[in-house]
Structure formats: structure tokens, C-alpha cells
């Protein structure tokens, strides 16, 4: 396995970071009004579509209910989460990360490519196909990266009053301002989902020197494909 | 890495929210950090935008069923009580301040000015939405009318409602002050307004959060700086921490 860039190395630690901040901090917001709705409006219970659990203090930015403060952490992390994956989407188009690490072919995508990945993967096998990730891992990365990632932003602004008007398309595209709030919340649920996969799969392959990896670049002489 | 230190660093990366995050929040810097990123936010908004840019429009029906009333729903002094009686006939609406011609308005003054109607969405800090019509006079009018002074940085809108012990106010830019959408509205779905949305008057700051728009609205203020009415940040919520610009 060849090692990690300094740019992904960079962008995934501060990128981790920043959404701690957005979702613990993410997490008191809902709070301030438990209800999910499709459309353009939404405020009586009764119209909500989803009715979401009160979050517990402990798993909140701050650590008690404070909407003012926790739409500051979650305002300005998200810059700073909005701006890296920027600059990570072109260092990966500059020093080619995307085009030979994580773009995968028509035929992966096959029900049985897809079947005999996820077979693979059961069976602890990581380290197949060309490259530095299997064909699952790059179907994952660019999910994530290309679509949830940017998912996140686009819904966000989109729930901001004072951003409409650049793009009111966009809210309209995404069906009405209710509704790109709940797309916000299920985007958030699903990185949750990708979060704990992740840590899961890290783990599975070896924590101590996946981290290394990603801290310092180098990989062990055994897992180098080099 | 040691395992030692890897544990170290696992430790410091879960607690990191839990410590490190409040004490950032509560220091200087942290608030000079949340100020800049909303500042930011809103010079984007704007730059991106247009100064002038409106907020969406809808069509009649796409209204919801009612204008949810939140924050004061009332006020709960004789005065008001007296006003809401006799159906608001002896209100009055100053515009004061760094004004050359300050205006003492009723009612009936305001809707002898042009009207504008707008359908609008109304966003809550909270998160939900509602959609109404709403008409009154556009506040560039009453300001052009007391004539604003150069000086003039702010406007400031004082309410007759008290919470918690601390009278309801708000403020705006000379942006959004001027802004096309930013009317002083008596009127919502074609009635007069009621009550719970806060009858008389109440502003319409249609690019930013349901906070801004003051209601049960009793003067109109022009002023230089906010830093020295109440709590210095421009308004009931800013001084409770919210930030000034609701844009977002």
C-alpha cells in the first residue's frame, strides 16, 4: 500500500475534527425543535414526518442545552469543514489522488463485483485490486467525498435565510427549506454510519498502523505494495 | 508511536469536545473566532447575493394553514390591554434619533403610505418555518421621510414587550434597513395582525431569522452605534448570546 498523501493526511485529521464540532454541536441545535418536515414550511408536530429524540447533554457542543452557542461551533466549524474539503478536492485532482485512487470502474458496480466484495470483505480480505484501495473502499471514499461530503454544504446553506438569495434554486431544487433541513439530518446520520464503519474496518485491518499511516505517512514494509 | 502515547492521544481526541470546547468558548479569542466566522458568513451572503437581493416570494397558495406566534405573545401591561381594546386606534410609532425631521405615526399615517405585500417565509433560530402574507409601508420610506442622518449606522426597533424583566429590542444595518423587503407590516393574510404576531406593528426582515423581526413595534431608532443600549449587542437575544447577524 503506497502512503497516504500529506494533503489527505492534513484534510483527514482536521476534517475529523471539524465533524466532531458539527455533529456534537449539530446535535444541541436539533434539539431546539424535534420535528422533521417536507417542503417549504413546517412548525406544528403534527405535519413532521419524524419526530427525533432528545439528545442527551453528554453527547453535546456544549455539554448543556445552549442554542447560541452551539450555532456558533457549528457556524464557524463548518468553514473550517466547508474550506478543507475545497483544497481537498483540488490537491486530489493535482497530485492525482482521485484519478488513480479513488475512481472506479463500470464493472465494479456489478451485483456480483458488489457481492463478491462484500464476501471478501467478510472474510477480513482488504487488500485487493488495483491500487491503493479495493474497489469497495473507493466506491466508499467517493461516495462520501463526491456526494455526502458536499451534501452537507449544499443543505446547509440552503437552510440559511440570508443565503437564499444567491441561489434560491437551490432550495427549490432540494424541495423547499423544511425539506433540505431534513436531508441535513438524514446526511448527518448517514456520516455517523460511515464514521463507525470506518473506525470498524480500521480497526479490523490493524488501528496501530492504519493511524500511524495517517499521521505520518509511512506504512509498514509488509502492507507496502510498492 | 507507543501504545502509551497513542492512548494519550485517543484520550485527548474524545475529550477534547467535552474540555477543551468550553473553555475555548468562554475565553476571548473563542468569541473574537465565532464573531469573525458569522462575519464572514455575512459578507459571503451579501458579496454572493447582492446587497438588494430578495428573499424568495411565494405564490398565495402556498401559505401554511397559520403564522405560528413564538417569543412574546402578548404584553401583558394595562396599556397595552387598553390599546388592544379600542383596536389600537391611539398608537403610535415614533421614528426618532439621527433623524432631521423626527415622525410621531399612527396608524391610520402609516397606511396612508405605500403598501407593500409580500408572501415571505419565516425562518425560527429554533429551526421550523411558516409562510404568510404581510403588508405595510417599506421602512426606507419612514426613514427617508424623517430623514436619516449620514452619521446613522444602525436602526434600532423598540417593542412594548418585556421578557423575562428586559424590554424586547432589535437592530439592523443601513443594508438591511433599506432593503426593499423590510417593511413595517400591520397587516398578515389580509387581517389586521393579531395579537400572538404581534399586534400592531412588527417588522419584516425577510433575509434573516424570526429574532430580528421585533414586534408589538413602538419606535423606530437611528443611532451611530449599538454598544450602549442594554446589553450592547444589538438586541433581546444578542445580549442572550445569539449572534447579531441572523442570516443563518
Known amino acids: 500500500m503506497k502512503r497516504h498523501f500529506l494533503a489527505t493526511r492534513i484534510w483527514h485529521w482536521v476534517n475529523a475534527i471539524a465533524l466532531i464540532v458539527l455533529f456534537m454541536s449539530g446535535l444541541n441545535i436539533s434539539n431546539a425543535h424535534r420535528y422533521l418536515y417536507w417542503g417549504d414550511y413546517g412548525f406544528d408536530p403534527a405535519d413532521a414526518w419524524a419526530a427525533v429524540m432528545r439528545f442527551p447533554a453528554w453527547a453535546t457542543i456544549p455539554q448543556r442545552y445552549d442554542l447560541a452557542e452551539a450555532r456558533d461551533w457549528h457556524n464557524t466549524s463548518a468553514w473550517i469543514f466547508a474550506l478543507s474539503l475545497l483544497g481537498m478536492w483540488i490537491a486530489s485532482l493535482v497530485n492525482r489522488h482521485f484519478q488513480r485512487d479513488l475512481t472506479t470502474r463500470l464493472r465494479d458496480w456489478t451485483p456480483g463485483a458488489l457481492w463478491g466484495e462484500i464476501v471478501a470483505h467478510l472474510k477480513g480480505q482488504f487488500d485487493h485490486g488495483e491500487g491503493k484501495y479495493n474497489p469497495l473502499q473507493k466506491m466508499t471514499y467517493g461516495l462520501v467525498l463526491g456526494i455526502l461530503l458536499p451534501l452537507m454544504i449544499v443543505t446547509g446553506l440552503a437552510i440559511s435565510p440570508g443565503f437564499e438569495p444567491v441561489a434560491p434554486w437551490m432550495i427549490d431544487l432540494l424541495g423547499g427549506r423544511q425539506s433540505a433541513r431534513s436531508l441535513h439530518f438524514i446526511g448527518t446520520w448517514a456520516l455517523f454510519a460511515f464514521f463507525i464503519v470506518h473506525v470498524a474496518m480500521v480497526i479490523a485491518a490493524g488501528l496501530g498502523w492504519q493511524i500511524r499511516g495517517m499521521i505520518t505517512g509511512r506504512v509498514p514494509k509488509e502492507k507496502s505494495g510498492d | ?248
Not at chain 2, 507507543?2 to 476571548?28: F, H, N, Q, W, Y
Not at chain 2, 423581526?213 to 438586541?235: M, P, R, Y
Open chain 2, 1 to 248: 508511536m507507543t501504545d502509551m502515547k497513542r492512548r494519550a492521544l485517543l484520550a485527548g481526541l474524545i475529550a477534547l469536545p467535552a474540555t477543551a470546547c468550553s473553555k475555548l468558548a468562554e475565553s476571548e479569542a473563542g468569541t473574537d473566532i465565532f464573531n469573525a466566522a458569522e462575519s464572514m458568513h455575512r459578507l459571503a451572503h451579501r458579496t454572493l447575493a447582492g446587497r438588494q437581493a430578495l428573499a424568495p416570494e411565494y405564490p398565495p397558495e402556498a401559505r401554511s394553514p397559520t403564522m405560528r406566534g413564538n417569543g412574546s405573545l402578548t404584553v401583558e401591561t394595562d396599556e397595552y390591554q387598553a390599546h388592544l381594546a379600542n383596536g389600537f386606534e391611539d398608537w403610535r410609532l415614533a421614528v426618532t434619533g439621527l433623524v432631521d425631521n423626527p415622525l410621531d405615526l399612527g396608524l391610520a399615517d402609516l397606511r396612508a403610505l405605500p403598501q407593500r405585500t409580500q408572501i415571505t417565509r419565516h425562518d425560527c433560530v429554533e429551526g421550523w418555518s411558516a409562510i404568510a402574507e404581510w403588508s405595510g409601508p417599506q421602512l426606507s420610506h419612514l426613514l427617508d421621510a424623517a430623514r436619516v442622518r449620514e452619521e446613522a449606522n444602525f436602526i434600532v426597533f423598540r417593542c412594548a414587550d418585556n421578557l423575562n424583566g428586559s424590554d424586547y429590542y432589535e437592530s439592523v444595518d443601513m443594508v438591511e434597513a433599506y432593503h426593499p423587503q423590510t417593511i413595517v407590516a400591520h397587516r398578515l393574510n389580509g387581517e389586521a395582525l393579531p395579537e400572538k404576531n404581534g399586534a400592531p406593528l412588527r417588522m419584516r426582515i425577510e433575509r434573516q431569522l424570526g429574532y430580528k423581526h421585533a414586534k408589538f413595534l413602538t419606535g423606530i431608532e437611528a443611532v451611530a452605534s449599538i454598544d450602549d443600549i442594554q446589553g450592547g449587542n444589538g438586541g433581546y437575544w444578542e445580549d442572550r448570546g445569539y449572534q447579531w447577524y441572523a442570516g443563518m
